[in-house]
Structures are given as C-alpha cells and as structure tokens.
C-alpha cells in the first residue's frame, strides 16, 4: 500500500464517524418546510356568547411565520348540540369572515343548545401553474394550463356558539302591564330575552313568535295559585286564569334571571 493511500483511508473513516454522529447535515429551518419542527395555534375565543358579536383571531407560532394573516375561511360543516342530540347544519349561518382573521356571529343558537363550527385559516400562499390533459369526450382533448393557489399550512380551530340571556323582560301580549281580569278569565304572559349585545332571542325577533316546542326561553310560576293559576304554552307564553278576587305575580325565571307581572282579579 502507498504511503497516500495510508493518508486517505483515514480521512474517510473519519468523514463517516462525523456523519454517523451528527446525523442529518442539513438543518431544516425554513417554515414552510414540512419537516420543520412548527408548533402553531390559532389564538382567539373558544365561545361566542351573543348574535352579532364580533371576535377576532390570529395565528401563533414558533418559530415566526412572516405572513400570519393568511386566506380566513369558516368550513361549511357545523353541528348543533341538544343535550346528547346533535344536527348538522351550515356553519356560514352562524358564524362569517369579516377579513383578517376577524369573525362575526350570525344566528347563533339559544343556550342550552350550542353550535359547533371550524376557523380555518391556509398561510402561505404558492401561485402554481397546473397543466392537465381534457380529454376530448369531455372537452377539447388537449392540455390546458391554469394557474392556482396553494398553501403550506392549514391551521383549524373549534369554535361553540351560543346565544346566552342577561336579561328576561315580562309582558302580556302589547303591554308590560295586564289588565284587571274578573274570576275566570285567562290572559297570556310573554317574555322577552336579551343577550350581552342587546340583541332579542336568534329567531324569535317577532314579538308573536312562540314555537311549540324547544328549549324553553323561561319557566312560568303564580305567586298566589289561590288568585291565579299558570300553565305554559309553547316556548316563551303562559296562561294565567283568574280563581278568586286578590292580587298576585307570575313570575317568568330563566336561570338567575327574573321579571314579573302583576295580576289583579276583581
């Protein structure tokens, strides 16, 4: 053996031993690499308490991604949740993007019952140039070519809505004061619900709204049965009847919440 190959022979042993324990010699850096070590989160609110209630989300991550803003979307699939029932539905009814990661309730639904939808945001954006053969039994059977836009990352986020009471308003149909009833006589009581915003009941802005069935908007009693008795009807309405002259309240509670009414019975 030559005295150079004596020389190179280490060299190469020592060029394997530093590969074996460095391991891979190329450092994944780039973000947008898929083998990059990412760690990234949507960051805003889990739940959305009021119609119309604007919230807004941005993305985190580490290391820094330099276009965060990203293309905001809401995906189409929702679910409305009841106890342990569970329906599908649209999910851009119950939530929409208003750009840049802000998001505006729609019509979400009354507490107890809540919706469930995805925030999704893509970064990242590639312009690509995409060629594909149309076959002729389809359209002209030659390659045409487009352009369209990818992203790197798809980042989604679970969002609850729901529409939570703070205020409970009583009423007889048109009025918050009823009139003097004689013994046997029945009139309705009605209530009205507020949430953080302002906004009436999702669904039940007409004052004469009063579905048959769902989750009641409150629970009906009479201070005095012996004045007057009370029976639901429907979601949001009540039947008081008159039995003996007096004073009493029916009372309307959701909750912690509370309002009343004044009957009087001739």
């Known amino acids: 053996m030559s005295k150079s190959e004596r020389y190179v022979a280490p060299a190469r042993a020592m ?3 530093a590969a074996v ?33 604007s919230v807004q989300y941005h993305v985190h991550s580490i290391p820094a991604l330099s276009d965060t803003a990203g293309s905001w979307s809401v995906d189409s699939a929702a679910a409305f949740h009841a106890g ?11 939530i929409f993007a208003s750009g840049h990661g802000a998001f505006v309730a729609g019509v979400p639904p009354l507490e107890p019952v809540s919706a469930t939808v995805s925030l999704v945001v893509r970064i990242g954006a590639v312009d690509t140039t995409v060629s594909r053969y149309i076959p002729k039994m389809i359209g002209c059977g030659c390659v045409v070519t487009f352009q369209t836009r990818e992203y790197r990352r798809t980042l989604r986020k679970s969002v609850v809505l729901m529409q939570r009471l703070v205020r409970l308003q009583a009423r007889c149909p048109d009025t918050h004061a009823c009139d003097t009833l004689a013994v046997g006589q029945a009139w309705s009581a009605w209530v009205d619900g507020f949430d953080a915003l302002g906004n009436s009941i999702s669904g039940l802005s007409n004052p004469a709204a009063n579905p048959s069935s769902g989750p009641p908007v409150a629970t009906f009693l009479s201070r005095d ?5 009370v029976t639901a009807v429907g ?6 009847v008159a039995q003996k002259s007096g004073t009493t309240w029916i009372v309307a509670t959701r909750g912690s919440l509370a309002d009343s009414l004044q009957v009087v019975v001739r």
């Open 235 to 240: 979601i949001r309405a009540a039947s008081a």
């Open 15 to 17: 060029l394997l031993v």
């Open 21 to 53: 324990a460095c391991g891979d010699p190329y450092l994944h850096t780039n973000p947008y690499d898929p083998d990059t070590s990412l760690t990234f989160e949507i960051v805003g609110p889990d739940t959305v308490f009021s119609a119309g209630e």
């Open 84 to 94: 342990t029932d569970s329906l599908a539905v649209d999910g851009t009814k119950v």
């Open 225 to 229: 049965t012996t004045v007057a008795t």
